[in-house]
């Protein structure tokens, strides 16, 4: 049976769920630059602004509209940065199955799986190959007798807790703490501006 055809398929399908991949982590990424800059561009705003605003009854309820407003942007973020892990996780997901599958039909002249060629690789190499080696991007890394695990000056335990992390949790936790804490800084000063009394001198 000439395998060529479907080979070729999958090889193209999976270079393009890759890009696919690779696309959707950059939104990520170019999202968290853009929102340092906003939450940076308004702490050093609001920074200014605080002393002279807080002690007014409309300087509190502007105070609650600039709160309320980094609250919705941020619940946007925090969406827009859901939609992407989803769909880039559908994409890690495909790529597993179109990699599966690619090695089902695939071997070396001497018909050897290339699950075989990893094992070697990682025998003569001193690469530490994960059991999920299709989980993209490639999470490949040297092993402890190679000399070249950094330690970043944690020691090697740590370094290697570190390397396990999923960087797209810690994002997502750090859109919902700041979505906490403006609609509470919003309310506060909603209280605050009301309790001055709107008809009073401000």
Request: charged letters at 20%.
């Amino acid at each position: 049976m000439d395998h060529r055809a479907p080979l070729e398929w999958l090889l193209t399908e999976y270079t393009q769920t890759a890009e696919d991949w690779r696309t959707r982590d950059r939104y990520k990424q170019e999202k968290f630059m853009g929102s340092v800059f906003v939450f940076s561009a308004a702490g050093f705003l609001l920074s200014e602004a605080v002393p002279t605003l807080a002690g007014r009854p409309w300087g509190c309820l502007a105070m609650a509209g600039v709160f309320v407003t980094l609250a919705f942007y941020t619940f946007v973020m925090l969406f827009s940065v859901t939609k992407d892990q989803t769909f880039r996780n559908g994409s890690e997901l495909l790529m597993r199955s179109l990699a599966a599958e690619i090695e089902r039909i695939t071997r070396d002249d001497e018909g050897t799986p290339v699950s075989a060629i990893l094992a070697r690789l990682h025998a003569a190499h001193q690469i530490d190959i994960p059991k999920n080696y299709y989980a993209f991007p490639r999470r490949i890394k040297p092993t402890r007798q190679s000399g070249l695990l950094p330690k970043v000056g944690l020691g090697e335990p740590i370094t290697e807790r570190l390397t396990k992390l999923h960087t797209a949790q810690w994002l997502s936790w750090f859109y919902v703490l700041l979505l906490v804490g403006f609609v509470a800084l919003a309310v506060f000063f909603t209280v605050r501006g009301l309790s001055y009394g709107l008809g009073g001198p401000g």
